[in-house]
């Protein structure tokens, strides 16, 4: 069985420029989460998707934004892109989170670099 | 004060040493408990999941939860080189809301 998959693997992109990260879930996961794992730093909370809507946010500006699709894969968008987004950008899924607490299985991530 | 607090290490111990990493942590409404591993550049991978207080052991790995004193530990019995990674602890209280560590840097020497 597929983990979660996440591309590209790395992105490089200059400073204003804007970001799109992708994400698959492991087959039957309904959820989504997004991260940003800075250098040095735990991994902070960015956004959640359930069934195809947000369902919360991180402490992040509304330039990370994001969506789910009808096949439960995600998309992060980071618009107008500062030095400070360099991080691993990682994926995470599990089951329906309205229940029950759900394990969270990781995806590599996507290494973004801001020049 | 963090909500959730992890020597960031580096710990280096000899092949075959018994390792024990430890979170402690603020919220008393936290009840799963969870230990990732992460290797450099990938992301981090479950190793331990536990509810409540106690211990849960699998291979060479035990987890310890302590709610009274909010302390979680992780033990791993005949460390090897390749148990070399950043070890991660996270809880929740059952809500979409996962608490990390910043990860302890764990080195295994041959």
């Known amino acids: 069985e597929a983990g979660v998959t996440q591309s590209p693997t790395h992105l490089i992109k200059t400073r204003g420029q804007q970001a799109t990260l992708r994400c698959s879930p492991i087959s039957g996961h309904t959820s989504v989460y997004w991260y940003q794992q800075a250098l040095g730093l735990g991994l902070q909370f960015l956004l959640w998707y359930d069934e195809g809507e947000e369902r919360n946010r991180g402490n992040f500006p509304p330039r990370f934004s994001g969506r789910q699709f009808p096949n439960y894969s995600s998309e992060l968008n980071v618009n107008a892109l500062e030095l400070e987004d360099s991080a691993l950008y990682l994926c995470a899924s599990s089951w329906d989170q309205g229940a029950t607490n759900e394990k969270l299985f990781f995806g590599s991530g996507t290494q973004l670099s801001v020049l | 004060q963090k909500e959730v607090e992890q020597d960031p290490g580096p710990l280096s111990v000899p092949e075959g040493a018994i390792v024990s990493l430890n979170c402690t942590y603020s919220n008393s409404a936290f009840q799963y408990f969870m230990w990732y591993r992460q290797y450099s550049r990938k992301g981090p991978e479950l190793l331990m999941y536990?509810?409540?207080?106690g211990n849960k052991e699998d291979g060479r790995f035990t987890a310890q939860v302590d709610k009274s004193s909010k302390y979680i530990s992780l033990f791993i019995r005949d460390s090897q080189p390749s148990d070399s990674a950043t070890y991660l602890c996270?809880?929740?209280?059952?809500?979409?809301?996962?608490?990390f560590g910043t990860g302890t840097r764990l080195k295994v020497l041959a």
């Open positions: 536990t509810y409540s207080s």
């Open positions: 996270a809880m929740t209280s059952g809500t979409y809301k996962y608490i």
